[in-house]
């Protein structure tokens, strides 16, 4: 674990939402209602293929003109999933789906975390791919909207994670350097792009997985949301 001193703590925090805040996994049981026996198979393979997708569309075009909404790609991202795994997706199952996804579970420790953060007066937000319609949804389902700071959407930057244009939108509306700025992920990947960008970084890795292997780590690993109290 890295130290901080008080000069260098952290002065805000930006979470990534989709697995970090919001369980992107949850759908499964949604899934498993419409596909008994492919509802995991298909959470699993539909939350691949939907960062595979940000990934293509940002890297393909430098200059944006193939982005696309998070929305749209993570509903491609599930008819793509339905196909591979020899599913019929009918109109009913992919509104289902789709919803739930508007409506993600918030991991249990969210609140107290959120709050936790508030008592200290330190500035919380969002910094996520999802576009600013599908994020709204997902904090107000979750009752997160008075915990939180800024909800930021990467659209304006027209690049997905991990494109430095889309981890510089936090400092833009932050006012704050990021190395001033505490980025949460439980993306692996996504802490180690932060970590590229100069945030302080915590990877909340809930799963036990290992390191990937690419010369960086980030500030602390953690196995919680609570970990990030722990910076304050």
């Known amino acids: ?44 393979l539909w939350r691949d293929k939907q960062i595979e997708y940000t ?30 795994l020899g599913q019929v997706l009918d109109t009913d199952a992919e509104l289902a789906l789709m919803n739930q996804y508007r409506h993600l579970s918030a991991f249990p ?14 500035p919380a937000g969002i910094l996520s791919n999802g576009d600013p319609g599908m994020l709204g949804i997902a904090v107000r389902s979750a009752g997160l909207g008075p915990l939180l700071d800024h909800v930021i959407s990467v659209e304006p930057a027209r690049a997905f994670k991990t494109d430095p244009r889309a981890y510089a939108l936090g400092p833009k509306t932050l006012g704050l350097s990021a190395r001033q700025i505490l980025f949460v992920s439980s993306n692996g990947w996504d802490a180690i792009g932060a970590t590229w960008h100069g945030y302080t970084t915590l990877w909340v890795n809930r799963a036990g997985l290992p390191l990937d292997p690419l010369g960086t780590e980030p500030t602390r690993t953690g196995t919680s949301l609570r970990d990030v109290l722990g910076f304050f």
């Not at 979470?15 to 919001?22: P, S």
């Not at 949604?30 to 959470?43: I, M, S």
């Open 1 to 44: 674990m890295h130290k901080l001193s008080a000069a260098t703590a952290p002065q805000a925090v930006l979470f990534d939402a989709y697995g970090t805040l919001f369980d992107v996994y949850s759908v499964a049981l949604v899934a498993e209602q419409r596909f008994p026996g492919r509802g995991e198979a298909l959470a699993l």
């Open 55 to 84: 990934r293509l569309v940002t890297m393909s075009a430098p200059d944006g003109s193939r982005y696309r909404p998070f929305w749209e790609l993570t509903r491609d991202a599930l008819r793509f999933a339905c196909a591979r």
């Open 109 to 122: 420790e969210v609140r107290e975390v959120l709050e936790g953060l508030k008592a200290r007066g330190i």
